[in-house]
């Protein structure tokens, strides 16, 4: 029926329709109330002189009137729409890319009171000293960067992957994950890298030095001027910050002196060097270093002065 409604109406209007037809333009005004009204005012909009004319010329002033009332789209507009549907898509794709794939600051400083837990995208933990911060790259689509900034003191626990190695960068070194496991320190004068498992790649920002630690408690020491020295430590006492406490089990007071420079740029001076061989025991706050001088001093009887 809806194929020919409008020839069918148009008899209608002309009266030549059948009963039959008449019946079925009478359902259709009844099922389509809007679309009839159309018609009927196409009808109306008849300006002939007499309601009394051919037939024919009614059914033929309906129709062309039904036809003027669509909508019909010239080609060359059609293909602009296309064009538009096209243009739309790219934007909403590029809007899409711009909003997935954009990168992203991502920064951490560590302000409180304790030590700072953050985990990275790609699932590395890392372990921030009080004052420490962390800087790096990523995307909402899940894009990291492995590469991060850094200043103070952080434990690094990294993911492990051949094909995208982690490197950590600051002012006077890249470190380059070979392994998994290691500290980095940046003090004033020196950057302190200790590695606790694994194996890193340690290269000063001058390009002039390299070295490879692959030892449990290999120590790195850069200095301003880009030199670097390697040397074995007792991983248990120069990680033990992390549990924010140093653990002195049956260290020498001369190992503890040394963790002060290497680990808190503090430089001492004991003039009986035979006190530096005296074992100590015991625990102190790791973020109390002048505090572990007090103590030696008082367990050995002799003066400390910090230089």
């Given at each position: ?13 002309a009266g030549e329709s059948t009963s039959v037809e008449k019946t079925q333009v009478e359902k259709f005004k009844k099922e389509n109330p809007s679309e009839y009204e ?216 001369g190992e503890v002196i040394q963790l002060l420079h290497d680990s808190y740029d503090i430089k001492v001076a004991l003039t009986d060097k035979s006190a530096l061989d ?30």
């Open positions: 029926m809806k194929e020919n409604i409008e020839n069918i109406i148009a008899k209608y209007f159309k018609y009927l005012k196409a009808y109306n909009e008849n300006h002939f002189e007499s309601r009394v004319f051919e037939s024919s010329g009614v059914k033929e002033h309906v129709l062309r009137s039904i036809n003027e009332n669509k909508t019909v789209l010239p080609p060359y507009y059609k293909k602009y729409l296309r064009y538009a549907a096209l243009f739309a898509g790219l934007f909403l794709l590029s809007a899409l890319y711009f909003y997935f794939f954009q990168k992203q600051n991502i920064s951490y400083t560590n302000n409180t009171g304790d030590k700072l837990k953050i985990e990275l995208p790609d699932g590395s933990k890392l372990l921030l000293d009080k004052g420490a911060s962390i800087a790096y790259e990523k995307t909402r689509a899940g894009w990291f960067s492995r590469e991060v900034t850094m200043n103070g003191r952080i434990f690094f626990n990294i993911i492990h992957n051949d094909k995208k190695p982690f490197k950590v960068i600051e002012k006077r070194v890249s470190i380059t994950d070979l392994g998994t496991e290691f500290t980095v320190n940046v003090l004033s004068n020196h950057t302190q890298i200790i590695l606790s498992s694994g194996k890193i790649d340690v290269i000063s920002n001058n390009g002039k030095q390299e070295q490879i630690a692959e030892k449990k408690g290999e120590q790195i020491i850069v200095d301003n001027a880009g030199n670097i020295n390697k040397n074995q430590i007792n991983p248990n006492l120069y990680t033990s910050w992390t549990k924010k406490k140093l653990f002195f089990n049956n260290c020498t007071v005296k074992k100590l025991s015991g625990s102190a706050p790791s973020d109390n270093p002048l505090l572990i001088l007090k103590a030696i001093s008082q367990i050995i009887h002799k003066k400390i002065v910090v230089n």
